[in-house]
């Protein structure tokens, strides 16, 4: 499955922020990319805002166009507030939730993780990043994948405790999808309101 490939540096000075979890270059240069870029003063439109909103999501949870389209119009159907149950879909991505107990350093690290078949949903191996995790299952390490040392590394002074709506196992390197998360536990600082109004255009 295609996926961005691109320099993921650009991308979080672009949005200011760290994007793919390392945030030493906007230490460095905390600007856009560009020869312009420490210079740029322009106004950004409302059109210009809501879709610098959308990429920030989409970079953020590694999804192409057409997936981010087909999650926006799922979450457009289903009961809820559409921004939130948006976001709440890209957390339950397995790629995510691997993200999110800390067994990779960041989302695509997590998905390699994924692809190369260490992880288990409901005692199962599946090896498809955008798969949807369920309440109540149970994602955790490939039994021989456990020691692996990227994910010990990852595991060492993780604070489990972070995200509410997991609830870990050390015993089985893993841990339970409890319920979605509600939009105040969501770290994440996308704006979906905008993204919404794109959207509804």
């Not at 295609?2 to 320099?7: D, E, I, K, N, V």
């Not at 991308?11 to 990319?33: C, S, T």
Request: net charge positive; hydrophobic share 35%.
């Amino acid at each position: 499955m295609a996926r961005y490939t691109g320099p993921k540096t650009k991308i979080a000075r672009k949005f200011g922020e760290p994007i793919y979890g390392d945030d030493k270059v906007l230490a460095k240069k905390n600007y856009p990319p560009g020869q312009h870029g420490a210079n740029r003063r322009r106004k950004t439109s409302e059109y210009g805002l809501q879709l610098r909103e959308k990429q920030k999501a989409k970079y953020t949870y590694g999804v192409l166009e057409r997936q981010f389209r087909n999650l926006f119009e799922k979450a457009a159907r289903t009961k809820g507030i559409t921004g939130e149950v948006l976001l709440q879909l890209l957390e339950s991505r397995l790629d995510n939730v691997v993200y999110r107990m800390g067994l990779a350093p960041t989302r695509p690290a997590a998905r390699q993780i994924v692809l190369h078949k260490h992880i288990t949903v409901n005692g199962d191996v599946v090896n498809i990043p955008s798969y949807r995790v369920k309440p109540g299952d149970v994602v955790a390490v490939r039994e021989k994948s456990k020691s692996l040392e990227v994910i010990a590394d990852c595991l060492a002074g993780f604070n489990h405790s972070k995200y509410p709506w997991i609830e870990w196992d050390e015993s089985i390197k893993g841990g339970k999808f409890l319920h979605m998360p509600q939009r105040e536990d969501i770290p994440e600082t996308i704006k979906e309101q905008l993204i919404v109004e794109l959207y509804s255009k």
